[in-house]
């Protein structure tokens, strides 16, 4: 998975007001798109990146034959802001940069996102919106931000608004990380490793349920050892190209997750909740630790504007059910998004 | 909950040979004791303490009225090795000091509490071992290496294995303390504080569920909002006397426990199980998100050799179910241990 600088486009964006007051100048949200944009614009999917991912990490559930199928829809996949590839401290120059760069909201990428959608591509409306984790969030908001354009959503392993357990369990993967002095809050001269090391350590015990570690399924995904599991796979995850600062401004974004900070709802989740008018199929994994299918029941039942079904992904796999690692839950999602995009 | 050093009183134990191998030299066992020991030595109950815990703060399941009632059993609560006040690296002199402190198994403390109970008290059966998280764990121990000894068990909130996610859950509190420059690998000046505090927001998340946390019950507890909660209640806990190297040490028990490792049965744990002769009622707590009752059902299914009855706390507090803190949780566990007293 090493870094692909080349492999996507990049929207100069101008200077960005964002929600929380900052400006951020000259801002690029990054993208990449698969399939060919039809003549009348009706055949574009917005699939948005998640915490720490980039464009090429969401591949596993585009292709020939599945629902996201480039031969027959335009799939556009922007980066979060903060992954490195769209504006982040590591590509932002002085004085926003590193320590200083600003804090992003949900609505902040959204909004990013829809001027690429409608200004640069100038599509109408989407067919579909989906998304893993902090991706779901990115959905729930372009359903409640544009709630004429969206016809369909598909939030799986995510929440539209990060709960309070969800918050506490980021607090513990920022403070592992911010306890490496090699941190200097922000202003660090090498990466500290240290710190992504323990924040990976800290991530492992929450990323799959506790059964799938008593099954030790991650000798299915070729781990020799539940050590062999920490280190290659999730301090290898953490070490991967990705920056402390840009990690810190995704976790912001993610514990700050509510569609009811949206303009208009005036902090009212219900309400946005209510608003939603895409047709939905809201899916989270049975055994995730900090998504639990519980908050997404509560979710749907407040989506009463619209068909919304919730439907568990089953399993121990946990809030890895979709991160396209287990095949037979790709299956599953991959299933219920033809499902939806057939209606 | 200030120290109180001279609360208790301290068994030499003389020099230890330790389960891995060191000696530890002029170890002490430290212990308090409630009640009175009968004429017939035949009215004792050992009540070891957990992760960090201190014999009083067992205190809140002791008492008038209680099934754990000093006016009719004579309750011994032993300190756990590393836990301050037993032998631990904060109070061992050198060379055993700090981080030289060795490494001490769940079998190691239940040989010196059988020596306690035996050679100090001349007891030679015991009407119930009981304990919570860490203290379960010690008190399947008692019923696998002193079966003769052990008439009943009322473990709650543990195990009698360490489970690898519980292993991995561990392994983020230890990185998170240890990513602490200040650490200095046990050889610290002061207490590594930044580090305890991370380890304390990364406890924060395990210790009471997701349920917990959406319906804010920590404001039951008399915190104000979530970050109070996890400054006043967690960082405290941390910060409360407690020594990074006392805690690295009890970690490591910790992870490392596991009754198959018994002289007698080569590893196998379930043959441990199996052995088991005291009656017994294995209490996990319902939504207990590192000792899921799904491990205690295994445990409870394996123990043919007694009765063995699963009865899961129920409820939304967790772990933490089983510290002292809900008092509808509290006198769940008391009914559960005067009906296996009556028994």
Known sequence: MASRPDDHEVLALGDVRLQ????????????????????????????????????????????????????????????????????????????????????????????????????????????????WSMGAGQTYQWAVSYPEMVKRILPFCGSSKTSEHNIVFLEGVRVALTADDAWKHGWYDAQPTKGLRAMARVYAGWGFSQAFYWNQLYREMGYSSLEDFLVGFWEGFFLDDRDANDLLTMLWTWQNGDIGRTPGFDGDHVKALESIEARAIVMPAEKDLYFPPEDEEYAVRHMSRTEAELRPIPGVWGHFAGGGVNPIDTTFIDEALKELLAT
Chains 1, 2 share one sequence.
Request: proline share 7%; glycine share 8%.
């Open 20 to 131: 929380m007051g900052a400006t951020l100048r000259e801002a690029k949200l990054a993208y990449k798109t698969y399939g060919t944009l039809d003549e009348n614009r009706s055949n574009a999917i917005v699939y948005p990146t998640w915490y720490s991912g980039r464009h090429w990490e969401n591949e596993w559930l585009i292709g020939e034959g599945m629902a996201l199928d480039p031969s027959r829809y335009f799939i556009v996949v922007p980066n979060m802001l903060g992954n490195g590839l769209s504006s982040s401290p590591s590509n932002t120059p002085p004085p926003y940069d590193r320590g200083r760069f600003p804090k992003v909201t949900v609505l902040d990428n959204v909004t990013a996102q829809h001027r690429l959608v409608t200004e640069h591509f100038g599509i109408e409306q989407l067919e579909l919106v989906t998304g």
